[in-house]
């Protein structure tokens, strides 16, 4: 069992930066690939940024790619999300999630995750 909170959200102008943690729970968490989602009112769920349990590989959306930089530092038990250079288009809530099995190439399918964090609202201002 993993609980996930995330922290760091907020208003930010455009072109500015924000980092957001996502603490978890648990001592397996270095077991788990981890992920951001990002949910804007009236759409669906979106895939951001994943990243594997060592750290070793990243993944990311091409709307965030060059952008956001998602770390872990799994002896915090924390994963990030760097964004920087934000829009107005990335307001949304962002969810950290966590998963124990992530086949190649699922990263960004949300169903391949098992626990999920409550959100944390960004909101990027013109």
């Known amino acids: 069992q993993v609980q996930l909170v995330e922290s760091g959200g907020g208003l930010v102008q455009a072109g500015g930066s924000l980092r957001l943690s996502c603490a978890a729970s648990?001592?397996?968490?270095?077991?788990?690939?981890m992920g951001w989602f990002r949910q804007a009112p009236g759409k669906e769920r979106e895939f951001v940024s994943a990243i594997s349990w060592s750290g070793g590989s990243t993944y990311y959306a091409d709307s965030v790619k060059g952008r956001f930089t998602i770390s872990r530092d799994n002896a915090k038990n924390t994963v990030y999300l760097q964004m920087n250079s934000l829009k107005q288009e990335d307001t949304a809530v962002y969810y950290c999630?966590?998963?124990?099995?992530?086949?190649?190439?699922?990263?960004?399918?949300?169903?391949?995750?098992?626990?999920w964090g409550q959100g944390t609202q960004v909101t990027v201002s013109s």
């Open positions: 648990g001592r397996a968490f270095s077991r788990y690939a």
């Open positions: 999630a966590a998963a124990g099995i992530l086949r190649v190439g699922s990263s960004s399918n949300p169903y391949e995750y098992d626990y």
